[in-house]
């Protein structure tokens, strides 16, 4: 059985940063696609950016300005989300799922593995 497991959430000051880290806690498939979702208070759950185990990355609207990017990290399945220019309206519990397709998909009933959630709070 394959979850997912994600770390480097907490509370930042406007126009901070943070690194979000998302790695398999069992055996990880290939190919794959990791997606990174979000859902701030009161709203419904949003994709910020997607890559596969090919190196395609997928940056959706959150994430086009710039200020998101996301990269793989040193182990199979492991991902980073980088969070720069925070702002108030980012704060949201940020989710990474997988899937065992190749591509990546903005539709989160797509993605089989999910994680616990990692809470980022952007206040002064």
């Known amino acids: 059985q394959l979850n997912l497991v994600e770390s480097g959430g907490g509370l930042v000051q406007p126009g901070g940063s943070l690194r979000l880290s998302c790695g398999p806690s069992?055996?990880?498939?290939?190919?794959?696609?990791i997606i990174w979702f979000r859902r701030a208070p009161g709203k419904e759950r949003e994709a910020v950016a997607c890559?596969?185990?090919?190196?395609?990355?997928?940056l959706y609207d959150i994430a086009g300005d710039g200020r998101f990017t996301i990269s793989p990290g040193n182990t199979v399945g492991t991902t980073f989300l980088d969070l720069n220019d925070l702002q108030p309206e980012d704060t949201a519990v940020y989710s990474c799922?997988?899937?065992?397709?190749?591509?990546?998909?903005?539709?989160?009933?797509?993605?089989?593995?999910w994680g616990q959630g990692t809470q980022v709070t952007v206040s002064s």
């Open positions: 799922a997988a899937t065992d397709r190749r591509f990546c998909e903005p539709d989160e009933a797509s993605y089989n593995y």
């Open positions: 069992g055996f990880m498939f290939s190919p794959y696609a």
């Open positions: 890559i596969t185990s090919s190196g395609e990355v997928n």
